[in-house]
């Protein structure tokens, strides 16, 4: 039986855009391990199916009823998977050099290591943050192999497929963003260690594979930071939360009202300000919920439904 080192599982959501560029990059290394590429699409409305079916026969491709978010499309790419590391990468990365066998070597090199994250830069070279020393903390970016940190970010991240066994899977909760520190986390409370590895760099053209303006996008981050508090922080930080994004939605929502009366002629000026009205609403409509101050329970990872690939 052919033995996989690393399945690369990519959830797209209307990023066909980008999504092409980062499937050639990969094939463009000719990797010394074993890989297969598993893409998600998460009930996309731009032909990612039909384009993988006609220019990437290769890849498994799994595709969404609905749109479950991103934790919900990842399992389902774990679900899939064969091999003994998954790689989670953002459609709207490139690969510039053979980053799967440098990622793949580092795990087998430190088997304690549940999950790793690696150098992410922009377009043009410069470092982008990456890693984050505990729950709370500011990311940071680093040049030199840092272990035992509490997380790396979801946009190139490495795991063990041993890792599923006792930590599950992502926190369907979690709807964007939020779902890699608590994975990180929880993997770390079952005595793996998380680890930041400088051996290799990976393009991320950050904001690519979301670029339209989205009020309930914007919500479901500021959700996914109160369900963190509420999980890793405590009633006080909870409250700041609250009173913070209350007073926020409570200061901005007249004056984008206002905006809205205005005739814009561009319609994207309009659109703009109509999502981020909405999104501070949504917002604020949350802070005054029993869970924003009560806070989230934990939700047991729920093992997905068997995949259904469609190539």
């Known amino acids: 039986m052919l033995v996989i080192d690393v399945s690369v599982i990519i ?14 990059s990969l094939s463009a290394f000719h990797s010394s391990v074993s890989y297969e590429v598993i ?9 990612v ?14 595709s969404q009823p609905v749109n479950k978010g991103f934790a919900a499309g990842a399992n389902l790419g774990l679900s899939a998977a064969r091999g003994r590391y998954c790689l989670l990468l953002n459609p709207d990365t490139l690969m510039i050099e053979d980053s799967l066998t440098s990622l793949v070597r580092f795990m087998d090199e430190h088997p304690r290591a549940g999950i790793a994250g690696c150098r992410l830069i922009a377009a043009d070279g410069k470092p982008l943050v990456s890693l984050g020393r505990s729950i709370f903390s500011r990311l940071e970016t680093a040049e030199q192999d840092i272990g035992k940190i509490a997380w790396v970010t979801g946009a190139a991240m490495i795991l063990r497929a041993d890792l599923l066994t ?12 939020g779902e890699d520190a608590d994975y990180c986390m929880r993997a770390g409370e079952n005595g ?9 760099s990976i393009v991320h053209l950050e904001g690519e594979s979301c670029k339209r303006p989205n009020g309930v996008l914007y919500f479901q981050r500021r959700r996914g930071d109160l369900k963190l508090l509420s999980l890793y922080g405590n009633i006080w930080q909870i409250a700041s939360w ?3 994004n209350l007073s926020i939605a409570l200061l901005s929502s ?6 809205l009366l205005v005739r814009f002629r561009q319609e994207k000026v309009r659109n703009r300000i ?5 999104g501070y609403l949504l917002v604020g409509r949350l802070s005054l919920t029993p869970s924003a101050w009560l806070g989230f329970k934990r939700r047991t990872p729920v093992i997905p439904q068997q995949a259904n690939p469609t190539a």
């Not at 199916?49 to 799994?62: D, F, V």
């Not at 006792?166 to 963003?177: A, I, N, S, V």
């Open 39 to 47: 893409v998600v699409d998460n009930h996309g409305a731009d032909g």
């Open 254 to 259: 007249p004056f984008l009202i206002t905006a």
């Open 11 to 24: 959830v797209s959501y209307n990023s066909g855009h980008v999504l092409a560029d980062c499937l050639d």
């Open 192 to 200: 793996w260690e998380i680890w930041f590895t400088a051996v290799t």
């Open 242 to 244: 609250r009173i913070f």
């Open 49 to 62: 199916a039909e384009m993988l079916k006609n220019k990437y026969p290769e890849a498994i491709a799994i």
């Open 274 to 278: 109509a999502q981020g009205l909405l």
């Open 166 to 177: 006792d930590t599950g899977r992502l926190d369907e909760d979690f709807f964007f963003e």
